[in-house]
């Protein structure tokens, strides 16, 4: 009986576990309100469709993807977010294909990896932690309260992401260039995958012209770990139930 009871569940998890076969899509929008000006974020992206993550290959859909992100960091149904590569372009309120990845493909100036421009540019530590910061609303100096001083930090953060990614030569003398070098000695070292949460989002059209990249903050594995939990405890219940009946 035990054994039929964890083939069960194994069963399980891997029928949750397998992706759907909806596309994946992420549309990116302008705030009409707050950041129509800026070059740069933020942007408003809500996805679609169910992505896997290239690590643990767990599924995560629309709900998982937001379900890190604070109140302050969502909107519209999506989340908020940055361009990671600055002479890439997208059209507002256009879907994209998507896909998980570790770091920006193709496009972008990538001054710190010249020999495969326009190539594979991985996030780095820098910006990882910044944007995992900004997505649990806790980024220290960062303006959440909608209007002038959200649009400052915003474009200041902007500034400091295209800095981490080689996309600009010159450090930006704000708070979030200090709060890197305070974190780390090299804030421009390449990120292991999925460090602090944070992933790359590479989007295309469906010819696979390459569109802007944007970071994406996920939670270890969208939820999936307490789904499973409570089948394994509900399991462990319905056991210790029979054991008093046998008693």
């Not at 643990?56 to 937001?66: E, F, R, S, V």
């Not at 600009?168 to 070292?189: E, G, R």
Request: aromatic share 10%; hydrophobic share 40%.
């Amino acid at each position: 009986m035990k054994i039929t009871q964890i083939c069960a569940l194994t069963a399980l998890a891997v029928s949750l576990a397998t992706p759907s076969l909806v596309a994946s899509t992420i549309t990116l929008n302008l705030d009409p309100v707050n950041f129509t000006a800026l070059p740069g974020g933020e942007y408003n992206a809500v996805p679609a469709g169910t992505l896997v993550q290239p690590v643990t290959l767990l599924p995560y859909a629309p709900g998982d993807i937001l379900a890190g992100y604070a109140a302050s960091a969502k909107s519209g149904g999506g989340f908020q977010t940055f361009c990671l590569e600055e002479n890439e372009s997208f059209t507002p309120g256009k879907s994209y294909f998507t896909a998980i990845n570790t770091g920006a493909v193709g496009g972008g100036v990538n001054l710190g990896h010249p020999g495969i421009t326009p190539g594979f540019d991985p996030l780095s530590q820098g910006t990882s932690w910044l944007y995992s910061q900004f997505a649990k609303g806790t980024l220290a100096g960062y303006n959440y309260t909608y209007g002038a001083g959200r649009i400052a930090t915003a474009k200041e953060l902007q500034q400091t992401i295209w800095w981490l990614e080689d996309e600009s030569s010159v450090a930006p003398a704000n708070v979030f260039t200090t709060a890197v070098y305070a974190q780390f000695l090299d804030p421009k070292k390449d990120a292991v995958a999925g460090e602090f949460g944070v992933w790359a989002l590479n989007l295309t059209l469906r010819d696979g012209t390459r569109r802007q990249d944007v970071p994406v903050y996920l939670t270890p594995d969208g939820g999936f770990t307490l789904v499973f939990l409570g089948f394994g405890l509900g399991g462990l219940s319905l056991l210790s139930r029979r054991v008093q009946v046998s008693r």
